[in-house]
């Protein structure tokens, strides 16, 4: 028979000791008198290395301290043996609901850790933590992980504890199969935490098939054996990991007294409130202290998900014991502490006369106990292993403690009182309130009770914006007052109502995101996907790209290019992209003066456009308003959306695809007029009403997204620009205050976030769950928005919220897509596109293979324009035409594989091949919001500023913190929003480049302040920005933390 303890933790963990290195821990066990201990962290690289460095392979599976790596005094026969294990933290999201589960994972050798490492790694960071963070769905790892590793184990640890487990009251699930699915067969275990002990876990019938294990998940040496495993098993990995998985040759546990578990009953620490699951009920889990939400203890959670009574046992039920560490009860026993020089004195003399702290626990005889270390000692051992305690137990994040001896009691067994007369020790723990206890309702069956309206219920205002039989609708509709539900209602309406046919309606979005989550609301209403895929739905752009029979449409960054060639043939030493700016706010109705270019170089450009057969963005709505037959059937109906940011091509377009429609329906707010430098104007409201005097006007003024205080701050900004005063009604009740956090730099800010975003979820770690504020809602990371003025102010912000394993989904058009990296291997794998694309061949050519400019010019105006046909050409060329050969056998090469492989492995099978860059990194992490290259291409081509996404990171989390620019934010909203870098000279933006217009920057920081709906947090540095002025005198204004040491790892984990 041997004592394991299988979860236990390296130094490279957060918060653990530095002697947690493999001597001491050989050391430690020893002294415990465990036979086998996990390595714990497998996955840090660091301490991976120095497992393989000091480690030698003993009986199969298992590894033993090399002799020279001991501590002085051990003697190699008595050594311990060591088995691969590691922990993963995995934060994701799963029904609507972040879930936080730790699982423990036992490895058959450091081979099979190298491969399942690097199989990780390219899922997240792995370096920053022996417990590393990842954003990978349990039921996804263990697949992961068994498909790497067949006789891998992994288990689910400490089941119930809050924060970070399986069946976790804040974060965990309900049953084992709500959390692993198909693959729930496969978990053969569960490790039941320090809080609970087989008693409790057997009222749960769904583990009757499991075996419940028990380790210590130490954090230091001296903690091993707190709970640990007895087996009689062969010892080998596959003997061990057949006792776990069948339960035969596993005898039982040792179990740490639950009640001295730190989240056993419920509580606030910080109130000093401690109550059973009953007396939680009775106050309706409130805190009647502070008046916040109480953290619910292991105790409680188990009543929730108990279908049986107390004191039931099954059939498979293994042995166990009850034990306390030795120093505390020796402290217990002897009124000291568990620390103190005289209870450490009377440990190591017990140890060294009497063996190791399991042997002196169980089975030593109490008068060799008490010859070595007293009465007192003796007895407290004696009651012990009676169950005669009594416990304070633990709660919320507080352990509970224990005591043995009263203070007579102590004096007498040291030959000072009599004890005639005196009562027994009490050996009662607090009742957990059975009598009375209401079964709780579990996490999953708790609503939150929105304030929002319905999707089928209309206030008055939006029931006549709705229903309007006028030709001609405009309605104003302010922040948060329900523009999208009413524009959504207005089509129902349409085609139920009105008798409209869904292929005679069209519906103008900002943004593909909003087409599509239209699109999607629509199927919703009408009970299915056909009505809404017969209505044309999509943005300007995309809507003319379908009127439009001819041209080639090339992205921004294809367009680079051709400026290039237009400059250097002109001799101007202009960036591309700034050219290309000018030439966009030309054709948007800007004249040259103001564009900063030139009327000839403008010209130049337009031509070579036109001999290439291109068109590029701006074109698409150029060229449909020269198109003279259109079919009108389409826009019988026209619909609007955002309407203050349409530029006069835009409305021109309205004008003409309106001329024979029925209805003119358009909606939008001109106080979220942020996109003047395009030539928008929230005018164009008064424009149409000079132009169609029967318009009928219609504001809404009911708001349904903000807080009253988030509102208030909004107001009082907006109030600043011109015009009528703003109305809007707050229907939300009211919340936190509005916070404006002081920095002292850029860095200091991003650390602050990182922080305050830990706090938010709740915790990334035990410890940080442990630190959370009592009563606060724990946020899921997609709550949650940082925004910025610019992109560049977001760069150290994310380096900070992944530094601390935060993770995030950056949105924009981003430099790194400018790169002649990415455009040239972009417009390689266009280029093989069965349309063909000449202006990606061309760009490819160029990049890849450095072919000059006039023959790469020569070769696509060679090409057909149709791939087929190209091949054929460039097979001709390819004999004399070295950079078509070079073309021709890599696109041999890649062709077959993009049928069938996604966007993202494409790439990673061109960095594997070429090699890796931050650029073609960042590519790649933008590649995995697209299914298809087709899909990527529109993206690029045709995609706005919030419809390009880039996981920060390796690997894409659908529960992830949103970072983008005020611009990118337009039409979103969540329940906490950041505003970083709110300081002068960024909000508002003081810019060599273009004219900053103070109102529109003012409408800018609104639209910021109002994609807030619960809580809004400013951060600044020393330079405030003047709108932070305006905010009333009820904002919460406080200086950040100070400032955090960097940690020697972080240049190199960024």
């Known amino acids: 028979m041997f004592f394991a303890d299988l979860h236990i933790h390296s130094r490279f963990?957060?918060?653990?000791?530095?002697?947690?290195?493999?001597?001491?821990?050989?050391?430690?066990?020893?002294?415990?008198?465990?036979?086998?201990?996990?390595?714990?962290?497998?996955?840090?690289?660091?301490?991976?290395?120095?497992?393989?460095?000091?480690?030698?392979?003993?009986?199969?599976?298992?590894?033993?301290?090399?002799?020279?790596?001991?501590?002085?005094?051990?003697?190699?026969?008595?050594?311990?043996?060591?088995?691969?294990?590691?922990?993963?933290?995995?934060?994701?999201?799963?029904?609507?609901?972040?879930?936080?589960?730790?699982?423990?994972i036992l490895l058959p050798d450091l081979e099979a850790a190298d491969e399942l490492s690097a199989k990780l790694e390219a899922i997240g960071n792995i370096r920053s933590d022996g417990r590393p963070i990842l954003g990978v769905d349990s039921r996804d790892l263990l697949e992961l992980i068994l498909e790497t590793?067949?006789?891998?184990?992994?288990?689910?640890?400490?089941?119930?504890?809050?924060?970070?487990?399986?069946?976790?009251?804040?974060?965990?699930?309900?049953?084992?199969?709500?959390c692993f699915a198909d693959m729930t067969p496969h978990i053969h275990a569960a490790e039941t935490g320090l809080s609970s002990d087989p008693p409790m876990n057997w009222r749960v019938s769904a583990l009757d098939r499991l075996t419940l294990i028990s380790?210590?998940?130490?954090?230091?040496?001296?903690?091993?054996?707190?709970?640990?495993?007895?087996?009689?098993?062969?010892?080998?990995?596959?003997?061990?990991?057949?006792?776990?998985?069948?339960?035969?040759?596993?005898?039982?546990?040792?179990?740490?007294?639950?009640?001295?578990?730190?989240?056993?009953?419920?509580?606030?620490?910080?109130?000093?409130?401690?109550?059973?699951?009953?007396?939680?009920?009775?106050?309706?889990?409130?805190?009647?202290?502070?008046?916040?939400?109480?953290?619910?203890?292991?105790?409680?959670?188990?009543?929730?998900?108990?279908?049986?009574?107390?004191?039931?046992?099954?059939?498979?039920?293994?042995?166990?014991?009850?034990?306390?560490?030795?120093?505390?009860?020796?402290?217990?026993?002897?009124?000291?502490?568990?620390?103190?020089?005289?209870?450490?004195?009377?440990?190591?003399?017990?140890?060294?006369?009497?063996?190791?702290?399991?042997?002196?626990?169980?089975?030593?005889?109490?008068?060799?106990?008490?010859?070595?270390a007293g009465s007192c000692v003796a007895e407290g051992i004696r009651r012990l292993r009676a169950g005669q305690a009594v416990w304070k137990p633990g709660f919320d994040g507080e352990y509970g403690t224990v005591s043995l001896l009263t203070p007579a009691e102590i004096k007498f067994f040291s030959g000072q009182l009599s004890l005639f007369g005196m009562e027994p020790p009490q050996t009662q723990v607090p009742s957990k309130g059975k009598a009375v206890l209401k079964k709780a309702k579990s996490s999953e069956q708790k609503q939150k009770k929105s304030t929002e309206i319905s999707e089928n219920s209309l206030n008055p205002e939006q029931q006549t914006a709705?229903?309007?039989?006028?030709?001609?609708?405009?309605?104003?509709?302010?922040?948060?007052?329900?523009?999208?539900?009413?524009?959504?209602?207005?089509i129902v309406y349409l085609i139920k109502a009105c008798g409209a046919a869904p292929e005679e309606i069209t519906a103008v979005t900002f943004t593909n995101q909003a087409a599509a989550e239209m699109r999607r609301r629509l199927e919703k209403q009408l009970g299915g996907k056909r009505a809404a895929a017969r209505m044309t739905i999509g943005t300007f752009h995309s809507i003319c790209l379908k009127l439009l029979e001819k041209g080639t449409v090339i992205s921004r960054e294809e367009a680079l290019t051709v400026a290039a060639d237009i400059l250097d043939a002109a001799g101007i030493k202009q960036s591309a992209k700034s050219f290309l700016q000018a030439v966009s706010r030309i054709k948007n109705g800007a004249d040259f003066k103001s564009a900063g270019i030139e009327e000839p170089l403008y010209a130049s450009y337009c031509a070579e456009l036109q001999d290439r057969g291109l068109l590029d963005f701006d074109d698409l709505l150029r060229e449909a308003l020269k198109l003279e037959k259109i079919k009108s059937k389409r826009f019988t109906y026209l619909l609007v959306d955002e309407f203050q940011d349409i530029n006069d091509v835009q409305y021109e377009l309205v004008r003409l695809w309106g001329k024979e429609a029925k209805s003119i329906f358009v909606i939008g707010d001109p106080d979220q007029s942020i996109y003047g430098f395009r030539g928008a104007s929230g005018r164009c409201f008064e424009r149409l009403s000079d132009d169609f005097p029967d318009t009928k006007k219609i504001r809404l003024q009911e708001n349904y997204r903000s807080s009253p205080e988030i509102l208030d701050c909004a107001l009082s900004v907006i109030a600043k620009n011109p015009g009528a005063p703003r109305i809007l009604r707050a229907n939300c009740r009211p919340g936190v205050?509005?916070?404006?956090?002081?920095?002292?730099?850029?860095?200091?800010?991003?650390?602050?976030?990182?922080?305050?975003?830990?706090?938010?979820?709740?915790?990334?770690?035990?410890?940080?769950?442990?630190?959370?504020?009592?009563?606060?809602?724990?946020?899921?990371?997609?709550?949650?928005?940082?925004?910025?003025?610019?992109?560049?102010?977001?760069?150290?912000?994310?380096?900070?919220?992944?530094?601390?394993?935060?993770?995030?989904?950056?949105?924009?058009?981003?430099?790194?897509?400018?790169?002649?990296?990415?455009?040239?291997?972009?417009?390689?794998?266009?280029?093989?596109?069965?349309?063909?694309?000449?202006?990606?061949?061309?760009?490819?050519?160029?990049?890849?293979?450095n072919c000059p400019p006039e023959e790469a010019a020569r070769i696509r105006r060679l090409c057909a324009g149709r791939l087929d046909a190209d091949f054929l050409i460039l097979q001709t060329l390819s004999q004399e035409n070295q950079f078509?050969?070079?073309?021709?056998?890599?696109?041999?090469?890649?062709?077959?594989?993009?049928?069938?492989?996604?966007?993202?492995?494409?790439?990673?099978?061109?960095?594997?091949?070429?090699?890796?860059?931050?650029?073609?990194?960042?590519?790649?992490?933008?590649?995995?919001?697209?299914?298809?290259?087709?899909?990527?291409?529109?993206?690029?081509?045709?995609?706005?500023?919030?419809?390009?996404?880039?996981?920060?990171?390796?690997?894409?989390?659908?529960?992830?913190?949103?970072?983008?620019?005020?611009?990118?934010?337009?039409?979103?909203?969540?329940?906490?929003?950041?505003?970083?870098?709110?300081?002068?000279?960024?909000?508002?933006?003081?810019?060599?480049?273009?004219?900053?217009?103070?109102?529109?920057?003012?409408?800018?920081?609104?639209?910021?302040?109002?994609?807030a709906r619960e809580e809004l947090i400013l951060t600044a540095g020393r330079r405030l920005s003047p709108f932070l002025q305006d905010l009333p005198e009820c904002v919460i204004r406080e200086e950040a933390g100070k400032r955090e040491e960097r940690i020697v790892e972080q240049l190199r984990l960024f």
């Not at 996955?43 to 497992?51: F, I, N, V, Y």
């Not at 090399?66 to 993963?88: H, Q």
């Not at 009775?282 to 998900?305: D, F, M, N, S, W």
């Not at 529109?938 to 983008?964: P, Q, Y």
């Open 149 to 178: 590793c067949p006789d891998a184990e992994l288990i689910p640890a400490h089941i119930w504890t809050p924060h970070f487990s399986m069946f976790g009251a804040f974060s965990g699930f309900d049953t084992i199969e709500a």
């Open 737 to 849: 205050p509005v916070r404006v956090v002081h920095t002292a730099d850029d860095f200091s800010e991003g650390v602050s976030i990182a922080k305050e975003i830990g706090r938010m979820t709740g915790g990334i770690d035990m410890l940080e769950a442990q630190r959370q504020e009592q009563g606060r809602e724990i946020r899921a990371f997609s709550d949650i928005a940082v925004l910025c003025r610019t992109h560049r102010q977001l760069s150290l912000i994310e380096k900070c919220l992944r530094h601390d394993d935060i993770p995030c989904v950056v949105s924009g058009r981003e430099a790194f897509l400018e790169t002649e990296e990415v455009r040239g291997v972009l417009s390689f794998f266009f280029s093989l596109q069965p349309e063909g694309n000449g202006i990606a061949l061309e760009t490819a050519l160029r990049l890849l293979w």
């Open 884 to 1011: 078509a050969s070079a073309w021709l056998q890599r696109a041999q090469e890649w062709m077959p594989l993009l049928e069938k492989e996604k966007p993202w492995k494409l790439i990673a099978r061109w960095e594997e091949r070429y090699g890796a860059s931050a650029a073609l990194e960042a590519l790649k992490n933008t590649a995995v919001f697209h299914s298809s290259l087709r899909d990527l291409q529109a993206a690029l081509t045709l995609g706005e500023e919030n419809d390009l996404h880039r996981a920060a990171g390796k690997g894409w989390e659908s529960d992830a913190v949103a970072l983008m620019t005020l611009h990118g934010a337009k039409g979103l909203e969540f329940p906490a929003v950041f505003i970083a870098g709110t300081n002068a000279g960024s909000i508002p933006l003081d810019s060599s480049e273009r004219f900053s217009d103070e109102e529109e920057e003012r409408r800018l920081f609104y639209v910021g302040l109002t994609r």
């Open 13 to 104: 963990s957060r918060a653990t000791s530095r002697d947690c290195d493999l001597p001491h821990l050989e050391w430690w066990a020893l002294r415990k008198g465990i036979r086998l201990i996990g390595t714990g962290d497998f996955t840090h690289p660091l301490w991976r290395a120095e497992l393989k460095e000091q480690l030698v392979p003993a009986e199969e599976g298992l590894y033993r301290l090399r002799e020279e790596m001991r501590l002085p005094g051990i003697r190699s026969a008595e050594s311990p043996r060591f088995i691969v294990t590691g922990e993963i933290s995995s934060i994701y999201k799963r029904d609507g609901k972040t879930r936080k589960v730790h699982n423990l």
């Open 215 to 372: 380790n210590s998940d130490a954090h230091s040496p001296a903690k091993l054996g707190r709970e640990a495993n007895l087996m009689d098993a062969e010892f080998t990995y596959s003997g061990i990991v057949n006792a776990i998985r069948t339960g035969n040759g596993f005898l039982g546990t040792i179990e740490f007294f639950p009640e001295e578990g730190k989240y056993h009953l419920d509580g606030h620490r910080g109130c000093g409130v401690c109550f059973t699951p009953t007396e939680t009920d009775r106050q309706g889990g409130i805190c009647p202290v502070c008046g916040k939400k109480l953290t619910i203890g292991v105790a409680h959670r188990v009543e929730e998900l108990a279908d049986r009574p107390e004191g039931f046992q099954p059939d498979r039920a293994k042995p166990f014991e009850r034990l306390t560490p030795l120093p505390e009860v020796i402290a217990a026993s002897t009124g000291g502490s568990a620390a103190g020089k005289k209870t450490l004195a009377l440990y190591e003399r017990l140890l060294c006369t009497l063996g190791p702290e399991f042997t002196i626990l169980r089975e030593s005889p109490a008068e060799e106990i008490e010859r070595i």
């Open 466 to 490: 709705v229903t309007a039989a006028d030709r001609i609708v405009a309605v104003s509709a302010g922040l948060g007052t329900g523009k999208t539900k009413t524009l959504i209602s207005r």
